[in-house]
């Protein structure tokens, strides 16, 4: 029944910034961990960034610094603000919900990014 809608993908120039959405059709209730993961062609998916109670957070070396993972409980969202990207930031990026009883997974979004 929970869908994960992401949006905010496209084409970018390096240098520049992009901000994914990912917003859930109904509320999650007892959530673990909120995140979003990445697959480049031919590579396997990785974790980018995530989020988990508390506001913690963790990201993934090669975004340190660049990438922020922020969450708005009262719109069931969770944010990727990507700034000065990279060609090798270009990948199907997947938003993932953990909660106590399931694992929920977006339909992903292409971020391509121009050098």
């Known amino acids: 029944q929970v869908q994960l809608v992401e949006s905010g993908g496209g084409l970018v120039q390096a240098g520049g910034s992009l901000r994914l959405s990912c917003a859930a059709s109904?509320?999650?209730?007892?959530?673990?961990?909120m995140g979003w993961y990445r697959q480049a062609p031919r590579k396997q998916r990785e974790l980018v960034a995530d989020?988990?109670?508390?506001?913690?957070?963790n990201y993934a070396d090669s975004v340190k610094g660049r990438f922020t993972i922020s969450r708005d409980n009262a719109k069931n969202t969770v944010y990727l603000q990507m700034d000065r990207v990279k060609p090798e930031d270009t990948a199907v990026y997947y938003c993932k919900v953990v909660t106590t009883y399931n694992v929920y997974w977006g339909q992903g979004t292409q971020v391509t990014v121009s050098s």
């Open positions: 989020i988990i109670s508390g506001d913690n957070t």
């Open positions: 109904r509320s999650i209730f007892s959530i673990v961990t």
